[in-house]
């Protein structure tokens, strides 16, 4: 399956901002997670959601102000940000992983990625 994420831009500090990521396949098959990488740091978890929509996860720095939502006819998973920070500042990727109870958040358990799309957050 290919993943292009789209949506992301400048916001200010305290906005809002919705990114997506389109599937060229169905993703009903998948589990489905967001994950950010921002300079010189490492590329960090930041939520994930079953192939139903039945279980989500989130990063402990995003809990309460980040949403993840699909919609599986629409082939597209969806991240909403409020609240956002400047240390929210990175590159948004999509990834798909194999559909089951548990969500994972290590990147070694995603096996589709996408090219990601900047998010910037000026204070």
């Known amino acids: 399956v290919q993943l292009v994420e789209s949506g992301g831009g400048l916001v200010q500090a305290g906005g809002s901002l919705r990114v997506s990521c389109i599937a060229s396949?169905?993703?009903?098959?998948?589990?489905m997670g967001w994950f950010r990488q921002a300079p010189g740091k490492d590329r960090e978890f930041v939520a994930a959601?079953?192939?139903?929509?039945?279980?989500?996860m989130y990063g402990d720095s995003v809990k309460g102000r980040f949403t993840i939502s699909r919609d599986n006819a629409k082939k597209t998973v969806y991240l909403q940000m409020t609240g956002l920070k400047a240390e929210d500042t990175a590159v948004y990727y999509c990834?798909?992983?194999?559909?089951?109870?548990?969500?994972?958040?290590?990147?070694?358990?995603?096996?589709?990625w996408g090219q990601g799309t900047q998010v910037t957050v000026s204070s």
């Open positions: 990834a798909s992983a194999i559909s089951e109870l548990r969500l994972r958040v290590g990147l070694g358990d995603y096996d589709y």
């Open positions: 396949g169905r993703i009903s098959d998948y589990n």
């Open positions: 959601i079953t192939w139903n929509s039945g279980r989500t």
